[in-house]
T-cell receptor, first 109, second 114 residues
Framework: DAKTTQPPSMDCAEGRAANLPCNHS???????VYWYRQIHSQGPQYIIH???NNETNEMASLIITEDRKSSTLILPHATLRDTAVYYC??????????FGTGTRLTIIP | DAGVTQSPTHLIKTRGQQVTLRCSPK?????VSWYQQALGQGPQFIFQ???????QRGNFPDRFSGHQFPNYSSELNVNALLLGDSALYLC?????????????FGSGTRLTVV
């Protein structure tokens, strides 16, 4: 079973920041938080991951709370191409990826 | 740099038949995982291969088997196909079985069992 809880769907206006929340209240000390997204009919795409500190790359920012029980993925300037299902996953380095049902993000023109 | 390539992209099989799906990992990756994604669901882990051995397995019956070749490519075999095996089959690769970086996924093989 997935160890994360995400809202089933969210909308965001094009050009605005999209903030996708994820709860992982049972996360253990050696588990990383990963975010993937899946655009319709394609394979999942890795976005970002982190352990304790906030992380940023060319795609997104990941904010992890100090107690590590929740996190937020931020897409700073959403475009129509960001419409996808976003999956939040917690995992240790040698463990499989366990996907939940994710958040369906729709970017509104 | 080629990513993960899977073949074929689409496949239609009849109940009871056998199918083989193929995956070439991203250049430099040596670990391959397979996932099954039913319509409207998240991907479900089938198994992972590293150093030509099955290292982890999900909750799938023995009808699902695999192989990894010395060049790190992999095959997924499904015997005695059922209608419920209709799904998108995804291959993902990474360098090292205990790497904490992100997996690279292929675009999948859409299998329809009729």
């Amino acid at each position: 079973d997935a160890k994360t809880t995400q809202p089933p769907s969210m909308d965001c206006a094009e050009g605005r920041a999209a903030n996708l929340p994820c709860n992982h209240s049972t996360i253990s000390g050696n588990e990383y938080v990963y975010w993937y997204r899946q655009i319709h009919s394609q394979g999942p795409q890795y976005i970002i991951h982190g352990l304790k500190n906030n992380e940023t790359n060319e795609m997104a920012s990941l904010i992890i709370t100090e107690d590590r029980k929740s996190s937020t993925l931020i897409l700073p300037h959403a475009t129509l191409r960001d419409t996808a299902v976003y999956y939040c996953i917690v995992r240790v380095a040698n463990e499989k990826l366990t996907f939940g049902t994710g958040t369906r993000l729709t970017i509104i023109p | 740099d080629a990513g993960v390539t899977q073949s074929p992209t689409h496949l239609i099989k009849t109940r009871g038949q056998q199918v083989t799906l193929r995956c070439s990992p991203k250049s430099g990756h040596d670990t391959v995982s397979w996932y099954q994604q039913a319509l409207g669901q998240g991907p479900q882990f089938i198994f992972q291969y590293y150093e030509e051995e099955e290292r982890q397995r999900g909750n799938f019956p023995d009808r699902f088997s695999g192989h990894q070749f010395p060049n790190y490519s992999s095959e997924l075999n499904v015997n005695a196909l059922l209608l419920g095996d209709s799904a998108l089959y995804l291959c993902a690769s990474i360098y090292g079985a205990e790497n904490n970086y992100g997996y690279t996924f292929g675009s999948g093989t859409r299998l329809t069992v009729v």
